[in-house]
């Protein structure tokens, strides 16, 4: 290892510290980051002759870490610094200008956990107004923000959605069209988007390319062509727009839907047919008459299918089960009687819970479940004892005020690293629902995890297993545990797995959510909403749910109140 290597390592450890608000510690790493950085020897062989301690700024704290680094290659410590933080934090300060003291201020007065949010608050001028902050330095972020997004290359589907669903709607309204839709990836709404694909059609393109351009929020066009414009968005957002003939609709969706696996059995199907299918439509092969084009489910029919949703279409046995007439029916937002994870301002969420059972009603549920976190973790204010009765207390109080809407109150209970739950049992007997989750300790071996997890199973006042994966979109992957053993453990024990609908989590994945049906494990959709926008996530909570085949009766949310009881006591 490089003396670089090893300052860099002492230098995240600093930014951490800082961010947390630690006080000295962080300038005593910094310091000797500097001075081992321009060392002339590396320190691997200096070791050998000389005590670490001899180097400025080393005491014996850093010393040992800095002997750790050299023996494993990696730093516990830095591990485990990363784990009681918010990951999407860590990912602030890889905006350019933005260092810990910045990601601190935007976490704690914009309440921004992540670049999504930080995005949508600096499009939306919040930035410009903080104190020390200003237009140009808005500017800065958003670029930045760019930038790093350029380097994966991926859109979230929560990000990607809204702004593609604007546009949509602008260029509907603008050029008076009947036809246009979200295509590719989007509207099949995986959870992460390479590119925003519209897809309109007309036989008048130009008006159509006209009203594309004229959004409020393109900063250029960068190309404009008979049938495809794309244009780059304020935000650094492209957007591409297709325009087909009216009567080639149909087939063009189809096409241009996707996934290319499913069209490519769709392809040889129509082979088998004596047909030939394309982004123009389907044609018999010997004199090629059109066979359907104007609309997709005359394709499919042609075909000998029913048409599926997009979220389906990914070849995982969607045609075989529209062969069969076994196509399932898919769980939709209507069906949603209620959220089950919802952050108040009790805990690091930004709305009162009366704000939280209001909101709920406006959406027409049943029920909302109030969620706050739990004592032991600090970071997000997690509620000791007699916060957390205070807050039952509220909401008592404020059921009697509202009607039509009833407010659950749980709580979100750190998983302890022996499986234990963060409040003693007769505080849990109190709540109407636990949620579980593990926040901590990530880097556990599978074993060790998949016992923590059964662990907290075993105790009986579990009802939910808050984001069963650990993964963060883009930034974290899942941690270790056997999926299979958890997963049917929590169908034996009337457990629901969450599936979080969070826009950086939606986890459980939609592979997630296929593997938990066939083990016979119901799932709970939940937002995890820190504001009252955020219960809006709910439509990609669905979405996944969708994309992992799940029915009305597999979802938890799909019970209406007077069910839902007996299973939340289990
Ligand atoms: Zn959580
Ligand atoms: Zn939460």
């Known amino acids: 290892m490089r003396n670089s290597e090893i300052a860099a390592i002492l230098e995240e450890v600093a930014d951490l510290l800082e961010l947390k608000g630690v006080a000295f510690k962080p300038n005593a790493y910094r310091k000797a980051a500097r001075n081992i950085r321009e060392m002339k020897q590396e320190l691997e062989t200096y070791r050998k002759k000389e005590d670490l301690r001899a180097i400025p700024g080393v005491g014996e704290a850093i010393a040992k870490k800095v002997e750790e680094i050299l023996d494993t290659g990696s730093l516990r410590y830095l591990d485990e610094l990363k784990e009681e933080l918010p990951a999407g934090l860590l990912q602030l300060m890889e905006v350019p200008d933005i260092g810990p003291k910045t990601a601190m201020r935007l976490y704690k007065e914009l309440r921004i956990t992540n670049l999504h949010e930080l995005k949508a608050a600096a499009t939306s001028h919040q930035i410009r107004d903080l104190k020390g902050f200003g237009d140009k330095s808005e500017e800065r972020v958003l670029q930045g923000i760019a930038l790093l997004e350029r380097r994966s290359g991926r859109m979230l589907l929560g990000y990607a959605y809204p702004i593609a669903e604007r546009l949509r709607t602008h260029v509907q309204g603008a050029a008076r069209l009947k036809l246009i839709s979200l295509g590719g990836s989007l509207r099949r709404m995986k959870e992460t988007i390479g590119d925003i694909d519209l897809l309109a059609g007309s036989d008048d393109a130009g008006r159509v390319m006209d009203a594309f351009a004229s959004y409020q929020d393109v900063e250029e066009v960068l190309e404009r062509g008979p049938t495809k414009s794309v244009v780059r968005l304020k935000d650094g957002t492209q957007v591409d727009l297709r325009v087909v003939k009216e009567v080639e609709y149909g087939a063009a969706l189809q096409y241009f839907t996707g996934n290319k696996e499913h069209n490519v059995e769709l392809r040889s199907m129509a082979n088998d047919k004596g047909m030939k299918l394309n982004e123009y439509g389907l044609f018999r092969k010997d004199n090629n008459q059109v066979v359907a084009r104007e609309r997709e489910e005359d394709i499919y029919r042609e075909l000998g299918l029913r048409i599926m949703p997009p979220e389906l279409r990914e070849n995982r046995g969607e045609i075989q089960a529209s062969i069969k007439g076994l196509l399932p029916k898919l769980v939709e937002m209507e069906d949603v009687k209620g959220d089950f994870h919802v952050h108040s301002l009790a805990s690091d969420g930004a709305a009162t819970i009366e704000e939280i059972a209001y909101a709920a009603k406006r959406k027409g549920y049943e029920y909302v479940g109030i969620t706050d976190h739990s004592q032991s973790l600090g970071v997000a204010n997690g509620l000791s004892v007699e916060r957390l009765r205070g807050n039952m207390d509220i909401a008592r109080n404020i059921m009697e005020r509202v009607d039509g809407v009833k407010v659950l ?162």
């Open 409 to 570: 109150i749980g709580a979100e209970v750190e998983i302890l690293e022996d499986g234990g739950l963060d409040y003693p049992d007769k505080v849990l007997k109190e709540l109407d629902y636990v949620i579980g989750a593990v926040h901590s300790k990530f880097k556990m071996s599978e074993a060790e995890m998949t016992n923590r997890l059964l662990a907290a199973f075993s105790n009986e006042h579990m009802t939910i297993l808050a984001h069963p994966t650990g993964r963060v979109l883009e930034q974290r992957g899942p941690y270790l545990f056997d999926k299979e053993r958890v997963f049917q453990a929590a169908k034996e024990g009337g457990i629901c797995l969450e599936l979080n609908a969070y826009v950086e989590r939606l986890d459980l994945s939609d592979l997630d959510c296929i593997k938990a049906k066939e083990l016979g494990a119901r799932v709970a959709i939940g937002t995890d909403a820190h504001s009252l926008s955020q219960l809006d996530y709910m439509l990609y909570g669905v979405a996944t749910a969708r994309r992992g085949w799940l029915e009305p009766k597999d979802v938890l949310n799909c019970l209406p109140l007077s069910e839902l009881v007996d299973i939340l006591s289990r």
